[in-house]
C-alpha cells in the first residue's frame, strides 16, 4: 500500500514539475510555486524538507501545501493573463484565449482574424443559400412539369390515394370484402384527370372481391376521385367487372 502511495506522490511530482517549467516562461511566480508543489511530492524531498522544519511527515499536510502552493500559482496565472490580455488591448481574457487559439496574438492581429473569419463564414452561408435556392427552383421547375402530366401526377400522390381511398371503397361493399392484390402491389392500375385545375385525380383499379348475398365473392373495378392538393377524397363509386 505504501508503495502504491508512493509511486501516485512520484508522478504528481513528475506532472507539477514539468508544469512548473512551462509555466515559468509566462509568469515567474506560478511557475516557482508549481516547481515547489512538484518538490514537495517527491518522498525523499518531502522528508528532508520536514525533518529540517521539525515537522512531522503526515500525507495530509503534504496534500494541503500542495493545494495551496497549486492554488495559488493558478491565481497568479490567471491575473498575469489578464495583465497580459488588457496590455495588449483585449477586452477580457476569454477574448485573448479566443485570438491565441486562433494564432492571433495582439489586438490588431485579432480583429483582423475574426473579419477574415467572418468572411469566410458569410461565403460559406452564401454558398449554402445558393445552393438551396438552386434546389428549391429546380424542384419548382420538376414540380411544375409533372405537374402537366397525370401519370407523373398520380404517381406522386398514390401513396396518399392508396391510403385515403381504401377505408372509402370498403364502406360501398353491402357484405364483407377482400382486396386480391400482392403485397406492396398498388391498389390502382390507371389514373386520369378528374380536374386538371383543381389537381383532382380518378384513380382506378379492380383488386378487390365484394361478397354477394349468397356468400360468393365478385371482381369489381373502383373509381376514387382524390384532391391531390387537400389530400382528400372527393368520390368513391365500385361496379362488378374486371378491367
Known sequence: MKIKSNALW????????????????EDFVSGFLTLLAGLICF????????????????????????????TIAAISTSNTKKQKATNLGFTSI?????????DAKTKE?????KREIAKEKFAIELK????????????????????????CWADRNMIQADV??????????KYESRWSDEFLENKFDRAEWKNKDKGIVSYVG?????????????????????????????????????L
Open 10 to 25: 512520484w508522478v504528481a511530482g513528475v506532472f507539477f514539475t514539468i508544469g512548473g517549467l512551462g509555466l515559468a516562461r
Open 43 to 70: 518522498p525523499l524531498v518531502r522528508k528532508s524538507i520536514f525533518l529540517k522544519f521539525r515537522i512531522k511527515n503526515n500525507n495530509f499536510l503534504s496534500i494541503g501545501l500542495v493545494f495551496v502552493l497549486f
Open 94 to 102: 476569454e477574448e485573448y484565449r479566443e485570438a491565441i487559439s486562433n
Open 109 to 113: 492581429e485579432w480583429d483582423k482574424k
Open 128 to 151: 449554402k443559400y445558393e445552393k438551396s435556392k438552386a434546389e428549391r427552383i429546380a424542384k419548382d421547375e420538376e414540380e411544375k412539369k409533372c405537374r402537366q402530366d397525370v401519370q
Open 164 to 173: 385515403y381511398c381504401q377505408e372509402q371503397i370498403e364502406r360501398l361493399a
Open 206 to 242: 379492380d383488386k378487390i372481391q365484394l361478397q354477394n348475398g349468397f356468400g360468393s365473392y365478385q371482381n369489381h373495378i373502383y373509381r376514387c376521385d382524390y384532391d391531390t392538393l387537400n389530400e382528400q377524397v372527393i368520390n368513391v363509386s365500385i361496379f362488378s367487372g374486371h
